[in-house]
């Protein structure tokens, strides 16, 4: 793959949350891009159509699950693989987001960060 072939964004506003992911991720070679909100992460896939999207559940102007939603309704970003990473750890939000078309669900406190890497490498 190419770099510009590896795009990821992540979607999450806990900047530095986001700039541990970001560094760790270009290390391994990911071109990476960020949004720090639900409506911006979602103009993102759109215009630069990643190869996956990290997507964080409590989110300012759209939360994940709404984006997921509206993802849904779209062919072409239906395609990319979106894994859930959140605190809400609860059965109830996992199947949630799986219904709603996640490829995989992380528990933010659960994780490191070579199982993040791990999981996104199971997806492209």
């Known amino acids: 793959m190419r770099m510009k072939d590896k795009k990821i964004l992540i979607i999450e506003d806990d900047t530095f949350l ?7 991720l270009t290390k391994e070679g990911f071109s990476i891009l960020m949004a720090d909100n639900g409506e911006d992460g979602l ?10 999207v990290l997507l964080d559940i409590m989110l300012p102007k759209m939360d994940g ?14 395609k990319i693989p979106i894994v859930i990473m959140s605190n809400l750890g609860q059965d109830s939000d996992v199947e949630k987001g799986k219904t709603l078309g ?12 070579e199982n993040v890497i791990t999981t996104i490498n199971k997806y492209l």
């Open 43 to 52: 103009a993102l896939m759109k215009s630069e159509k990643p190869v996956l």
């Open 18 to 24: 986001s700039n541990i992911y970001k560094t760790k």
């Open 102 to 113: 996640a490829v995989d669900y992380i528990v933010k406190s659960d994780t490191t960060l």
């Open 65 to 78: 699950f709404e984006v997921l939603e509206r993802v849904q309704k779209d062919a072409k970003l239906k």
